[in-house]
């Protein structure tokens, strides 16, 4: 009662995550992701204020595809040329008819296009 009324919180909050923790595993259209916590930039992991974030696969770099060859993509991967919806300089996948919703980030690209 009184660590109420003095405003103490005793609780132990959860440890934030580290480098390298699975965040979750997404399974989606026969392919498993494991998303771990992590830094997408070099420079991140030096600063003292960065923590460890969810990192997502560059499907940029290293294109995936389901089983019925659509490509999987990122809600906030850089659009492609095929890109269609009202653009500007922040565009992103999730932004594209095209883009159709998986889970956490991840989607497939529904374009003709850029079928495999
Ligand atoms: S959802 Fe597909 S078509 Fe649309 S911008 Fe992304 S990769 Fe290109």
Redo the contacts with the bound molecule.
């Keep these: 009662m009184f660590k109420t009324l003095l405003g103490f919180n005793t609780e132990t909050s959860p440890s934030p995550p580290k480098e390298g923790d699975l965040y979750k595993t997404i399974n989606l259209c026969g392919k498993s992701f494991e998303i771990r916590y992590g830094f997408y930039e070099e420079r991140d992991r030096h600063s003292q204020y960065a923590e460890p974030i969810e990192i997502y696969p560059d499907f940029i770099k290293a294109p995936q595809y389901t089983d019925d060859g659509k ?1 999987f ?1 990122t809600a906030i ?1 850089p ?6 919806g009202k653009k500007n300089v922040n565009s992103v ?1 999730e932004d ?4 159709k919703h998986g889970e956490e980030l991840i ?1 497939i ?3 003709p ?2 079928a495999q």
Excluded: A, L
Excluded at 79 to 84: E, L
């Design positions: 490509p993509v991967q659009p492609c040329k095929s890109f269609d996948c594209c008819r095209y883009y989607g690209c529904t374009c296009d850029n």
